[in-house]
């Protein structure tokens, strides 16, 4: 019932900005938060960032480097998330997820996109 896919990534050089972009349709109205996590190679998916209404989380990894923000379409149906990643260091090399959260009869249910690599080397 909802779809996300991500896009935006690449290759930056150490303290480089990248601007991740997820567009997520479908359901919106019974997904509450939204945000991102990574997985580097070799690792666990670890969380990023979190949008929920007006209100954002950060990891102590990232904060004061990454800024999420989101937009929503007027009928509902579609919003874009945004992760804004400025002085990029090597070790914000992964593969980037967006996330949504299931509200209302969608509660309980977790949706993930397929993922957008991020490079962070020189």
């Known amino acids: 019932q909802v779809q996300l896919v991500e896009s935006g990534g690449g290759l930056v050089q150490p303290g480089g900005s990248l601007r991740l972009s997820c567009a997520a349709s479908?359901?919106?109205?019974?997904?509450?938060?939204m945000g991102w996590y990574r997985q580097a190679p070799g690792k666990e998916r670890e969380w990023v960032a979190r949008?929920?209404?007006?209100?954002?989380?950060?990891?102590?990894s990232v904060w004061g480097r990454f800024t999420i923000s989101r937009d929503f379409a007027r009928d509902g149906a579609r919003s874009m998330v945004y992760l804004e990643m400025r002085n990029l260091r090597p070790e914000d090399t992964a593969l980037y997820y967006c996330?949504?959260?299931?509200?209302?009869?969608?509660?309980?249910?977790?949706?993930w996109g397929q993922g957008t690599q991020v490079t962070v080397s020189s």
């Open positions: 479908g359901s919106m109205r019974n997904i509450g938060a």
């Open positions: 996330h949504g959260s299931g509200i209302n009869y969608l509660r309980g249910r977790e949706f």
């Open positions: 949008i929920v209404d007006a209100r954002t989380d950060y990891s102590d």
